[in-house]
């Protein structure tokens, strides 16, 4: 897993924070001085605290859990549906609907419809179902593929939630925090990095540095998934395997020569 460098991180703007005036003072350890009126993040802290973060992510996705990626700025929502879709793992881009997590079971039951009518449409019946409720069906199922479609794979609460924005997430935050699953997040100067488990400082409002930051994570992410099936191949190569037994015949059925000498014998 290549580590990014401190030139890296400047070329991306990554240091670049809000107003002085908009600031948490919970962000002050992560500040490094006020240029023109403009908070400047600490890169030498940015990159500890990356690294931190990666290694904790790596280690969840080796033990085959899942890590929900949260992104529904405009800056943020096409560079995270690209990466995270890529390497297998759900995601959200859309408005984050309320209750996604502390009532997943509602949500499951939402994803399961999709299946429904996608085995509604296969159907033969289907051709005699009338044009009006083709239409309402269908955009019911693009409604659902919008919100809910990056999520499927996601059978149970994730073990882990990844935020671009952890302000502009709030509520995704406060559900992991009220479910006591782990919270990463790019953490701003105008954010608290006290309710985040493992918080990024960075800039989350420039391309460049949500990019940087995110390939950062998923190699992370990759290289678990990647260790994870190296081992299960392992584990499969060592397994002994069954050896073939022939089953023995059982018969009570006696042979006719058998038979014959049986009857010898009684005479």
Same mark, same amino acid.
């Given at each position: 897993?290549?580590?990014? %460098?401190?030139?890296?991180?400047?070329?991306?703007?990554?240091?670049?924070?809000?107003?002085?005036?908009?600031?948490?003072?919970?962000?002050?350890?992560?500040?490094?001085? &006020?240029?023109?009126?403009?908070?400047?993040?600490?890169?030498?802290?940015?990159? #500890?605290?990356?690294?931190?973060?990666?290694?904790?992510?790596?280690?969840?996705?080796?033990?085959?859990?899942?890590?929900?990626?949260?992104?529904?700025?405009?800056?943020?929502?096409?560079?995270?549906?690209?990466?995270?879709?890529?390497?297998?793992?759900?995601?959200?881009?859309?408005?984050? %609907?309320?209750?996604?997590?502390?009532?997943?079971?509602?949500?499951?039951?939402?994803?399961?419809?999709? !299946?429904?009518? *996608?085995?509604?449409?296969?159907? %033969?019946?289907?051709?005699? #179902?009338?044009?009006? &409720?083709?239409?309402?069906?269908?955009?019911?199922?693009?409604?659902?593929?919008?919100?809910?479609?990056?999520?499927?794979?996601?059978?149970?609460?994730?073990?882990?939630?990844?935020? #671009?924005?952890?302000?502009?997430?709030?509520?995704?935050?406060?559900?992991?925090?009220?479910?006591?699953?782990?919270?990463? !997040?790019?953490? /701003?100067?105008?954010? *608290?990095?006290?309710?985040? *488990?493992?918080?990024?400082?960075?800039?989350?409002?420039?391309?460049?540095?949500?990019?940087?930051?995110?390939?950062?994570?998923?190699?992370?992410?990759?290289?678990?998934? *990647?260790?994870?099936?190296?081992?299960?191949?392992?584990?499969? /190569? #060592?397994?002994?395997?069954?050896?073939?037994?022939?089953?023995?015949?059982?018969?009570?059925?006696?042979?006719?020569?058998?038979? %014959?000498?049986?009857?010898? &014998?009684?005479?």
């Amino acid at each position: 897993m290549s580590k990014i %460098s401190f030139d890296e991180l400047l070329d991306a703007g990554v240091h670049f924070g809000h107003l002085k005036r908009k600031w948490n003072p919970n962000m002050a350890p992560f500040i490094f001085m &006020e240029k023109n009126g403009i908070h400047i993040i600490d890169l030498h802290k940015t990159i #500890v605290k990356l690294e931190e973060a990666t290694q904790a992510m790596k280690q969840i996705a080796k033990s085959g859990r899942k890590i929900l990626f949260v992104a529904t700025k405009k800056q943020a929502k096409d560079i995270v549906a690209e990466k995270v879709k890529a390497i297998g793992m759900p995601y959200v881009t859309e408005r984050w %609907s309320g209750g996604m997590m502390t009532n997943f079971p509602t949500v499951r039951k939402a994803v399961k419809k999709m !299946g429904t009518i *996608d085995k509604l449409i296969k159907e %033969s019946t289907y051709d005699n #179902v009338s044009k009006r &409720e083709r239409l309402q069906i269908t955009r019911q199922r693009a409604k659902l593929e919008k919100t809910l479609g990056s999520i499927v794979d996601l059978t149970r609460l994730p073990a882990a939630i990844f935020v #671009v924005d952890v302000m502009k997430e709030h509520i995704a935050v406060a559900e992991a925090i009220k479910l006591g699953i782990p919270v990463f !997040g790019i953490v /701003d100067t105008n954010s *608290d990095p006290n309710k985040i *488990d493992f918080p990024i400082p960075a800039n989350d409002d420039a391309t460049k540095s949500i990019s940087l930051i995110l390939d950062a994570v998923l190699a992370g992410v990759k290289e678990g998934l *990647d260790e994870r099936k190296a081992t299960k191949e392992k584990e499969d /190569d #060592v397994k002994p395997k069954p050896k073939k037994t022939e089953a023995k015949r059982t018969s009570n059925r006696k042979s006719p020569a058998r038979k %014959s000498v049986e009857t010898e &014998e009684q005479e």
